[in-house]
């Protein structure tokens, strides 16, 4: 390419996921300048399925922030989500119970797509097949990111360092041993999911309890639907050809008034497994971890991307103060304004996972408390609440100094 690299500059960005794209976005919006590295191709990760569903506050940071045109056009609002078992479905109704407040559904690749877009159209460095090999002096005033691009090992000093580089990053390794505790837990079981070239068979998304293991019926678009079913935690594509995915969908979906499964071509399979994890604190010197770097947690509550905003909200919140004025209590509280809704976060995840999933070693009494929480979010008002305000979003956290 030949173009002249950036050597310095005030936020090394590691990772263009949702963290890092959404946190070079803020900051340029603040005057601050970043550099992200992102060791695939744009093709790559544009092309990445994962997450679908959006928080409330998530859109809404999008729109405010002027990348959410094709979102508000593309995106489908949800307000309830169904709730399904013993043949029968139960509606989890937001409107009436979460204050009017949503979810949309939009693809998290659709997302990656709008913030990379937007970078490079205003001329920001972003580079693709930029590998970040490790962080340096994060100690010290100018930490260093070693990366590699274009067959050659370089440097990129920083302000600061951002570590977006998700669950495999480097960036994490930084912080000297001892520093950081890890709290995880793995699941027994991992999620198979699949696209496929059908319309959905349903409005809202359906959450599905069966005693062959959860499955969940969501979509990205009129005529893609997005399919999800319980597998061993070691299963391989292999064992489950199309055939057996469908069987199983239509016994786990299955609801007695006649309801019907539509099949379609699969565009797209991927085994992801289950577990949670939180490394606490998320910052070391002047290295911040956002995102999945530092947390993690199992899909059921759709809430992996939305964290990851959260986290890039707060922090972009602390920098502006910092170099603006030189005040540090925003990025000194960052760690610790973060954890909070990472704990609650991962406290619903857990919960939703525990309810809906079948457990290989479960006994005939566990099975009965699992049915008895399924019971009562369907029918208590207060219950069902506590699960509406959780799935589209608990309020955001306060980012500026000046209240
Ligand atoms: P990532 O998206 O993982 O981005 C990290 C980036 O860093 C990647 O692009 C990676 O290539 C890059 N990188 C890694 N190492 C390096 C390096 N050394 N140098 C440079 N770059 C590097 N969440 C939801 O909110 N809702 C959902 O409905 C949902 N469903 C999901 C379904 C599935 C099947 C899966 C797997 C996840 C789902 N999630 C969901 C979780 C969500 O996808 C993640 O939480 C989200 O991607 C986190 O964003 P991130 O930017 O922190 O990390
Ligand atoms: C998705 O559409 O990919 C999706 C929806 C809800 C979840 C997880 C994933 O809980």
Known sequence: MGEELVSRTQVGIVGAGPAGLVLGHLLHREGIDAVVLESRSRDYVERRVRAGVLEQGTVDLLIETG?????QREGIVHHGIELRFDGRGHRIPFDELA????????????????????????????????EALGVEGIDGDEPTIRYRYEGRERELRCDVVAGCDGYHGVSREAAPAGALTQYEREYPFAWLGILAEVAPSTEELIYAYHENGFSLHSLRSPSISRLYVQCDAGDELEQWPDERIWQELHTRLARDDGWELEEGPIVERTIAPMRSIVTEPMQHGRLYLAGDAVHIVPATGAKGLNLAVADVRVLAGGLVDWFRSGNERLLELYSATCLRRVWQTQNFSAWMTAMLHRYPDADDYQLRLQRAQLDYVCRSR?????????????????????V
């Open 67 to 71: 990348v959410g045109e094709r979102l």
């Open 99 to 130: 204050d009017g407040r949503g979810i949309t559904i939009y693809g998290q690749q659709e997302v990656v797509k709008d913030l990379i877009a937007a970078r490079l159209d205003a001329g920001l460095p972003l580079l693709f097949e930029a």
């Open 382 to 402: 207060a219950a069902a609440a506590s699960l509406a305000e959780q799935y589209v979003g608990l309020e955001l956290a306060q980012t500026k100094s000046s």
